[in-house]
């Protein structure tokens, strides 16, 4: 059974930083790109950024150079250090595992900037 679990979220001021953690279990971690998503009030979820099976990585123009995508594939972990965090950065975070058609979510941290 597949499971990935994330965690850090939290209530930070603007200018802050978080560090989210997703730890998976039931795959061979090593074999599948890793993502993190998130999805604000009454808005779509978005991709914000990913990391392929290899190490490469994407962010989406409005986290580059703010947010750094990382995994660990001996603990089977992926990670986002979120800095500089906006109030527009607000909403929860998810991590995903996928390869081809395989998929697989997390059940979301909530991430709230606001002074």
């Known amino acids: 059974q597949v499971q990935l679990v994330e965690s850090g979220g939290g209530l930070v001021q603007p200018g802050g930083s978080l560090r989210l953690s997703c730890a998976a279990s039931g795959i061979i971690f090593s074999g599948y790109h890793m993502g993190w998503y998130r999805q604000a009030p009454g808005k779509q979820r978005e991709s914000v950024a990913s990391i392929t099976r290899g190490g490469s990585t994407y962010y989406v123009d409005s986290v580059k150079g703010r947010f750094t995508i990382s995994r660990d594939n001996a603990k089977k972990m992926v990670y986002l250090q979120m800095n500089s965090l906006k109030p527009e950065d607000t909403a929860v975070y998810y991590c995903?595992?996928?390869?081809?058609?395989?998929?697989?979510w997390g059940q979301g941290t909530q991430v709230t900037v606001s002074s």
């Open positions: 995903k595992c996928y390869y081809f058609s395989e998929n697989y």
